[in-house]
């Protein structure tokens, strides 16, 4: 079995362990905050990956790790996939505190998974995903849906300065591990440019002359 695919059954065993106990007292030792940091909580910045906050929470978060993941162990290894992973996480948390106050908690894998992304990216944009898009077009929509929720400061339970964070630091793993990175970079950004032109303009130019 691949390493990814444990750190997927780990995160739903930590889920279903965390709701059957005290979520609150799971929440206050294991998820990172700048409080937790500073009060020599340093393990917060691994075990906070694996706590997620509802059930949707772990399903998008599995799905995506699923398919960025082994694409990435596939062509990677499980060495350098599980690096990227860690360190996505430990390098995105703190710096997240940029963006975010001392008390807030932040748990989840999306951030790591964006780096993950990132990474698919510069390396293997053309394999398929399980929705059927090229997992190059589905990193940079990823990242430009979160960017644009930054750029109009949507609020909510979503850390998305956080995922723009992660998938910033998946950048540098891609441009050393891809031979031809810049090559991958613009079949991935020119995959978002026909996906644009296909929702916006040949759509529902069908969809306006078959009725």
Known sequence: MRKVN????????????????????????????????????????????????????????MLFLYIFGNTLEEELGATKTLGIFFTGGILTFPLSLLFYDLGTLLIGASATIFTLAAVVMLIKPLKLSLFFLPQGLLAILYFVYNALAVYYGSEGNVAYATHIIGFSVGIPFGLAWSKNWLKNLLISITLLIAYIIIVSVLIPLFLNAIT
């Open 6 to 61: 444990l750190i997927i059954i780990t995160c739903i065993l930590v889920f279903l362990f965390s709701w059957l106990s005290n979520p609150d007292v799971i929440l206050e030792y294991l998820a990172f905050s700048g409080d937790n940091l500073l009060n020599g909580r340093a393990w917060t910045l691994v075990t906070s990956l694996f706590l997620h906050a509802d059930i949707l929470h772990l399903a998008g978060n």
